[in-house]
């Protein structure tokens, strides 16, 4: 061990070559440093502890050094070796980044550090910043579960931020998106903050911003992005947490670096010529070696995986073959022969710079073979695909467990819910408000003839825990790794005691390169976190 614990005096006491920066006056400690000649006598205050974390000088666990008591529910009969870990690494860095899968107790690790430092600092608050759908059902029901009354937590929705911000409480609980309330732009992007997002910015006791998913923050130029840089500025401990830091691309960690680093001054450009190279089709893919800088970039970050926590039955993806319709394949070819016709007449469409109509089609065809087509007023049109939905009666009667069907296309999702009937499924998608989702979420969960939760993919994506479910069928495939990555982990868990099985329906090779490039898109940010998950164990 570098160093020595004198209980005593409260010193912690390293060898003088350790951090000769204290005697070269370049790192400074508080309280009464006393030079021993071969050894120093430093304070073991938390700051002293930050200061030594952050010049890489091994010290020991605050927690521990504190008896932190780790308060939590009954149901719990101890933390994590990957919470205590996370916990200690979260109260020694202000400044981090935790990319941990899905079931690891990352919640409740932050809670923890939140805890602990507000213990160390009276009158100190917190505020975490979640998703819609996890707000209540993951944040507050975590709190409540936990601190058994001992921390308070206020959630901020719409119509009620202004009042609840004025509580007394120990958390305050937003949505992602709530941090742009007041703030204004006007024609060439200038931003005037006021309003409820000032009074974040104001708030000198809420010096704890706990961000969770931040990947949504990932687009540094968003409107969005630029007002949570601003409110993280005033605020010491910024921890962002996600999964997927890089569901695209290496380049993705631009937005989530300026996030908790505001003054990261590299632009998004200088970034893109780095980490890619365009190939011969036009398309911008990653360099040799680019997820490994985008790693070094997180840093300090930690990353636990889940089945350092628990035991997780395996996870297989298969593919169903379903025939196209006489109707598909008609419409099918009126897409192809408008594109052709678009090309006579523009040849500089057909050039592979032209993604954005590339897209459109794309889109189109995707729409088509899942059994719809949507207008230019986005009015969806039903195409027969009776075949798709045999397949799905097919997989239906493999299993009998609770399966979860996924789509992108609200209009597919409303054919699925009406084919299979309400009376056996619960819905969810995104305009469904959130009582109501969790309210349907919950009766799937618990209600044994609600067999079926047919979804929109993005509406799982956080927070969720379905592990009654041991299915997942892709109705269609989605375009946003992201969205792939983190619905398939809803079936995963503690809770989870069967190999889950995820369908992928497929009627075209356009839908099998589509799946693919999700896989792999997932494979290469795997690269990056197990580079920050060896890191961060070093």
């Given at each position: 061990?570098?160093?020595?614990?004198?209980?005593?005096?409260?010193?912690?006491?390293?060898?003088?070559?350790?951090?000769?920066?204290?005697?070269?006056?370049?790192?400074?400690?508080?309280?009464?440093?006393?030079?021993?000649?071969?050894?120093?006598?430093?304070?073991?205050?938390?700051?002293?502890?930050?200061?030594?974390?952050?010049r890489g000088i091994v010290t020991p666990e605050p927690l521990s050094l504190w008896n932190y008591a780790w308060p939590r529910s009954p149901a719990i009969k101890a933390p994590y070796k990957a919470q205590i870990v996370t916990a200690n690494l979260l109260t020694l860095h202000?400044?981090?980044?935790?990319?941990?899968?899905?079931?690891?107790?990352?919640?409740?690790?932050?809670?923890?550090?939140?805890?602990?430092?507000?213990?160390?600092?009276?009158?100190?608050?917190?505020?975490?910043?979640?998703?819609?759908?996890?707000l209540k059902d993951v944040w507050e029901r975590e709190i409540f579960a936990n601190f058994l009354g001992a921390r308070r937590c206020a959630l901020l929705t719409a119509g009620k931020r202004w009042d609840r911000l004025d509580s007394d409480v120990d958390f305050y609980i937003l949505n992602h998106d709530a941090v742009r309330d007041g703030v204004e732009f006007d024609e060439i992007g200038r931003m005037k903050i006021e309003g409820f997002a000032r009074e974040l910015m104001a708030r000198r006791d809420i010096q704890i911003c706990i961000c969770d998913e931040a990947s949504v923050f990932k687009d540094a130029s968003s409107h969005r992005s630029r007002v949570a840089r601003k409110i993280m500025l005033t605020k010491k401990y910024r921890w962002a947490m996600t999964g997927s830091p890089t569901p695209q691309s290496p380049t993705d960690i631009h937005g989530l670096r300026k996030l908790i680093e505001p003054l990261y001054g590299e632009s998004m450009r200088v970034l893109r010529t780095r980490f890619l190279i365009p190939t011969h089709s036009g398309k911008m893919e990653p360099k040799p070696g680019a997820y490994e800088e985008a790693a070094e970039m997180l840093r300090p970050a930690v990353r636990f995986k889940a089945a350092e926590c628990f035991d997780i039955p395996p996870q297989s993806i298969t593919y169903r073959y379903a025939e196209r319709t006489d109707a598909q394949n008609k419409v099918l070819r009126d897409l192809r022969q408008q594109a052709m016709a678009l090309i006579q007449v523009d040849p500089t469409l057909a050039k592979p710079a032209s993604v954005a109509n590339a897209a459109a089609l794309r889109i189109k065809t995707l729409q088509v073979l899942s059994g719809v087509i949507y207008d230019d007023d986005h009015t969806g049109h039903a195409i027969p695909a009776k075949p798709r939905y045999a397949v799905l009666n097919e997989i239906a009667a493999e299993t009998s467990d609770k399966v979860i069907i996924l789509s992108p296309f609200t209009s597919v999702l409303n054919?699925?819910?009406?084919?299979?009937?309400?009376?056996?499924?619960?819905?969810?998608?995104?305009?469904?408000?959130?009582?109501?989702?969790?309210?349907?979420?919950?009766?799937?969960?618990?209600?044994?003839?609600?067999?079926?939760?047919?979804?929109?993919?993005?509406?799982?994506?956080?927070?969720?825990d379905l592990a009654e479910a041991s299915v997942i069928v892709w109705f269609g495939p989605t375009d946003k790794t992201e969205a792939w990555i983190q619905a398939n982990k809803r079936i995963c868990g503690p809770r989870q005691k069967k190999p889950t099985l995820v369908v992928c329906v497929e009627s075209h090779s356009l839908e099998r390169e589509v799946y693919e490039r999700l896989q792999n898109r997932a494979d290469m940010q795997d690269v990056l976190l197990k580079l920050i998950e060896e890191g961060g164990k070093k």
């Amino acid at each position: 061990m570098p160093y020595s614990w004198h209980q005593d005096t409260g010193h912690l006491i390293y060898p003088a070559p350790s951090v000769m920066a204290w005697r070269a006056g370049q790192m400074p400690l508080a309280g009464r440093v006393v030079d021993l000649n071969t050894h120093v006598a430093i304070p073991a205050d938390l700051d002293n502890l930050q200061t030594l974390a952050a010049r890489g000088i091994v010290t020991p666990e605050p927690l521990s050094l504190w008896n932190y008591a780790w308060p939590r529910s009954p149901a719990i009969k101890a933390p994590y070796k990957a919470q205590i870990v996370t916990a200690n690494l979260l109260t020694l860095h202000p400044q981090m980044y935790v990319l941990s899968e899905m079931r690891t107790g990352k919640t409740l690790s932050s809670l923890w550090a939140a805890d602990f430092i507000m213990r160390l600092n009276p009158g100190m608050r917190a505020m975490v910043w979640a998703s819609l759908s996890t707000l209540k059902d993951v944040w507050e029901r975590e709190i409540f579960a936990n601190f058994l009354g001992a921390r308070r937590c206020a959630l901020l929705t719409a119509g009620k931020r202004w009042d609840r911000l004025d509580s007394d409480v120990d958390f305050y609980i937003l949505n992602h998106d709530a941090v742009r309330d007041g703030v204004e732009f006007d024609e060439i992007g200038r931003m005037k903050i006021e309003g409820f997002a000032r009074e974040l910015m104001a708030r000198r006791d809420i010096q704890i911003c706990i961000c969770d998913e931040a990947s949504v923050f990932k687009d540094a130029s968003s409107h969005r992005s630029r007002v949570a840089r601003k409110i993280m500025l005033t605020k010491k401990y910024r921890w962002a947490m996600t999964g997927s830091p890089t569901p695209q691309s290496p380049t993705d960690i631009h937005g989530l670096r300026k996030l908790i680093e505001p003054l990261y001054g590299e632009s998004m450009r200088v970034l893109r010529t780095r980490f890619l190279i365009p190939t011969h089709s036009g398309k911008m893919e990653p360099k040799p070696g680019a997820y490994e800088e985008a790693a070094e970039m997180l840093r300090p970050a930690v990353r636990f995986k889940a089945a350092e926590c628990f035991d997780i039955p395996p996870q297989s993806i298969t593919y169903r073959y379903a025939e196209r319709t006489d109707a598909q394949n008609k419409v099918l070819r009126d897409l192809r022969q408008q594109a052709m016709a678009l090309i006579q007449v523009d040849p500089t469409l057909a050039k592979p710079a032209s993604v954005a109509n590339a897209a459109a089609l794309r889109i189109k065809t995707l729409q088509v073979l899942s059994g719809v087509i949507y207008d230019d007023d986005h009015t969806g049109h039903a195409i027969p695909a009776k075949p798709r939905y045999a397949v799905l009666n097919e997989i239906a009667a493999e299993t009998s467990d609770k399966v979860i069907i996924l789509s992108p296309f609200t209009s597919v999702l409303n054919a699925v819910k009406r084919y299979i009937g309400s009376d056996v499924c619960e819905y969810v998608d995104g305009t469904i408000t959130a009582g109501r989702r969790s309210e349907a979420i919950a009766n799937f969960k618990t209600n044994d003839k609600k067999r079926f939760l047919v979804a929109h993919p993005e509406v799982l994506k956080f927070g969720l825990d379905l592990a009654e479910a041991s299915v997942i069928v892709w109705f269609g495939p989605t375009d946003k790794t992201e969205a792939w990555i983190q619905a398939n982990k809803r079936i995963c868990g503690p809770r989870q005691k069967k190999p889950t099985l995820v369908v992928c329906v497929e009627s075209h090779s356009l839908e099998r390169e589509v799946y693919e490039r999700l896989q792999n898109r997932a494979d290469m940010q795997d690269v990056l976190l197990k580079l920050i998950e060896e890191g961060g164990k070093k």
